[in-house]
């Protein structure tokens, strides 16, 4: 496995991440706090934003874009979470659209991807996330009949904002 | 809990030896970006793989440089569109040529990349390009035929023609070539022909590099005289021979002996 180049940067902002979400709490949200169902919130996650919204306690889904170099995706994101002391634990899986212009090629493709990480509330209506699995990412350009599928390793990280329904609360762990 | 999700990013973030999956990437979007690459690389080596084997030549060779000004694009007097279309592709920047032994090679550098199939342009479907180096052999403009008028300015006198086209996603692609001998001054009526070699760049890259065997040239190929050369490029669509057109200053070359 070889770790792309910009990994010093995203290095860092996984270790940055990995301490926020880890960290002892010291007032403010409770370290186990989540928000109840129906509550919807911003997400600006690297590199670009999404919308969630909290199905149960347990599920959630985002609607998320992400831009970079001529390339678009788009895409959606389920959460299953699960209890712990310090921070709520989650996995789940995604699926987005790709739009994409290359050197050569430009055309379209599809993105499958599973995840497993946290998300920490530093505030009560504040939360960072930290998410890392594979994905399978399919493209093709039609005009020279080229195709790609190939499995990379993706790392995510945002920072959430709950600004409607239920806000953050305290559960007993 | 905690400690498996710090045993999760460390084993994440660990380097292996043995490539099983990609790289890691901070977002699905760079990700995304990265699988692109990996699909260029693909297509360039499809396309390679139909046109061109990428020989290396020794960049030495290349001993004179004509400078092509960015974007100076202009209206072709025949088979164009209504206004000046401006397509990269064929902005040439810098065309190279030299000699190394009994070759001929000439090195002409984009500023877009060549594409590996037709593309839609402004409407059209372009489908070729390609790039034409021609030189008044005799110095004189009575001799041979007249190249494409650039800037109003006509090339009088061209005695050799060198044309290195290059198709779009054809099975098929046409050699360099060069035609010589024009007893009128019909640039389309000649009676000496010679055909060239592709050396490397072609579609997928910025760049042809073309060779020429020009040891029976004889006097279209003088050396050790000074000669003026000139250069244009052209793309053609479904629409337009002259969809889009790139002149070239005309410049003197001091040909090694």
């Not at chain 1, 960290?23 to 949200?29: E, S």
């Not at chain 1, 995604?94 to 946290?118: P, R, S, W, Y």
């Not at chain 2, 699988?35 to 297509?43: I, S, T």
């Not at chain 2, 090679?105 to 594409?115: F, H, K, M, Q, S």
Request: glycine share 10%; charged share 15%.
């Amino acid at each position: 496995m070889r770790i792309a180049h910009g990994i010093r940067f995203s290095f860092i902002l996984a270790a940055l991440a990995a301490v926020i979400v880890l960290r002892p709490l010291r007032g403010g949200a409770a370290a186990n706090d989540r928000p109840s169902p129906g509550t919807l919130g911003l997400s600006l996650n690297v590199p670009g934003i999404g919308v969630r919204y909290f199905l149960t306690e347990r599920y959630s889904f985002e609607a998320k874009a992400q831009t970079s170099k001529n390339t678009v995706v788009a895409g959606l994101r389920t959460y299953r979470y699960f209890q712990s002391r310090y921070f709520l634990p989650y996995m789940g899986m995604e699926a987005d659209f790709i739009n994409f212009k290359g050197d050569v090629t430009k055309g379209t493709g599809m993105a499958f991807g599973l995840f497993a990480g946290g998300e920490h509330f530093f505030a009560r209506r504040l939360s960072t996330q930290f998410d890392c699995g594979p994905a399978l990412i399919h493209l093709s350009n039609q005009a020279s009949r080229v195709s790609v599928d190939t499995i990379e390793i993706v790392m995510n990280l945002s920072v959430n904002f709950y600004f409607l329904g239920g806000a953050a609360k305290e559960r007993k762990p | 809990m905690r400690r498996l999700f710090l045993i999760a990013l460390a084993l994440s973030l660990q380097p292996r030896p043995t490539r099983v999956y990609g790289d890691i990437h901070l977002g699905m979007a760079a990700a995304a970006k990265k699988a692109v690459e990996k699909l260029d690389a693909q297509a360039r080596t499809a396309a390679g793989s139909v046109y061109w084997t990428q020989y290396y030549d020794d960049p030495a060779i290349f001993t004179q440089t004509l400078n092509d000004p960015a974007g100076d694009w202009e209206l072709p007097i025949s088979e164009a569109p209504p206004s000046i279309i401006a397509y990269n592709t064929i902005d040439v920047r810098t065309i190279q040529y030299g000699l190394s032994g009994s070759y001929f090679y000439v090195r002409v550098d984009y500023a877009g990349t060549i594409p590996i199939a037709p593309i839609a342009v402004s409407g059209q479907t372009v489908g070729r390009q390609s790039t034409s180096f021609i030189m008044d052999t005799d110095n004189n403009n009575l001799t041979g035929a007249n190249g494409e008028s650039q800037g109003g300015v006509q090339f009088l006198g061209m005695d050799i023609y060198y044309g290195l086209g290059v198709e779009y996603g054809s099975t098929w692609h046409r050699a360099p070539y060069a035609n010589y001998n024009f007893p009128t001054n019909d640039a389309h009526v000649y009676s000496g022909t010679l055909p060239g070699e592709w050396r490397s760049g072609g579609p997928g890259h910025t760049f042809v590099i073309a060779r020429f065997n020009i040891s029976g040239l004889g006097a279209y190929f003088p050396r050790g005289t000074t000669v003026d050369v000139g250069s244009w490029s052209e793309a053609e669509s479904n629409g337009y021979h002259h969809f889009a057109f790139d002149p070239a200053p005309a410049t003197t070359w001091a040909i090694p002996p």
